[in-house]
T-cell receptor
Framework: DSGVTQTPKHLITATGQRVTLRCSPRSGDLSVYWYQQSLDQGLQFLIQYYNGEERAKGNILERFSAQQFPDLHSELNLSSLELGDSALYFC??????????????FGNGTRLTVT | TQLLEQSPQFLSIQEGENLTVYCNSSSVFSSLQWYRQEPGEGPVLLVTVVTGGEVKKLKRLTFQFGDARKDSSLHITAAQTGDTGLYLCAGSNYGQNFVFGPGTRLSVLP
């Protein structure tokens, strides 16, 4: 058990809809990272928050947004969903500013299916 | 953008066999990690290597970082069905977040 909790485990929704994915980091970790994993793209970094502030941005679409709350949990909002957004979405947490010197701990993901 | 390639993409072997998977890049990394991801779960960190030529062992798994720090290999001796999973390498340069390769999907058959 990594200590990182993601909800929901599965999500099925229709094109054009909006969904929110939730992540609770490991106790004591200040950084939260969001990744998208699809069969053809591998594990793609979306965005990182550190102690409530956006720290780094990856390949995140404008239709997607995230935030980290004062209690350090994070939410990833996906809007105007398209079929191609179907993927596994992972949250990871780490203690420090960068995964370079503090290991990532991954949750078990949310599987999003857009129909 | 630093890109990582992994080979082979898929590998299916019998229990007891040995195997090696590779992670390559045209870029130099100051640190490289290997993860294993089992079905329905998130990736789990196996090892971090930081010195060119470094070799680390974790039971039946041997990890090597290339001398030029552009490539790495993972060798598994006497594979077991519990080794089945997606093996991901990830590279980073000083202070930057890690970038992941596409993975090698390993299936160990009984």
């Amino acid at each position: 058990d990594s200590g990182v909790t993601q909800t929901p485990k599965h999500l099925i929704t229709a094109t054009g809809q909006r969904v929110t994915l939730r992540c609770s980091p490991r106790s004591g970790d200040l950084s939260v990272y969001w990744y998208q994993q699809s069969l053809d793209q591998g594990l793609q970094f979306l965005i990182q928050y550190y102690n409530g502030e956006e720290r780094a941005k990856g390949n995140i679409l404008e239709r997607f947004s995230a935030q980290q709350f004062p209690d350090l949990h994070s939410e990833l909002n996906l809007s105007s969903l398209e079929l191609g957004d179907s993927a596994l979405y992972f949250c990871a947490s780490s203690a420090g500013l960068s995964s370079y010197n503090s290991p990532l701990h991954f949750g078990n993901g949310t599987r999003l299916t857009v129909t | 953008t630093q890109l990582l390639e992994q080979s082979p993409q898929f590998l299916s072997i019998q229990e007891g066999e040995n195997l090696t998977v590779y992670c390559n890049s045209s870029s130099v990394f100051s640190s490289l990690q290997w993860y294993r991801q089992e079905p329905g779960e998130g990736p789990v960190l196996l090892v971090t290597v930081v010195t060119g030529g470094e070799v680390k062992k974790l039971k039946r798994l041997t990890f090597q970082f290339g001398d030029a720090r552009k490539d790495s290999s993972l060798h598994i001796t006497a594979a077991q069905t519990g080794d089945t999973g997606l093996y991901l390498c990830a590279g980073s340069n000083y202070g930057q977040n890690f970038v992941f390769g596409p993975g090698t999907r390993l299936s160990v058959l009984p």
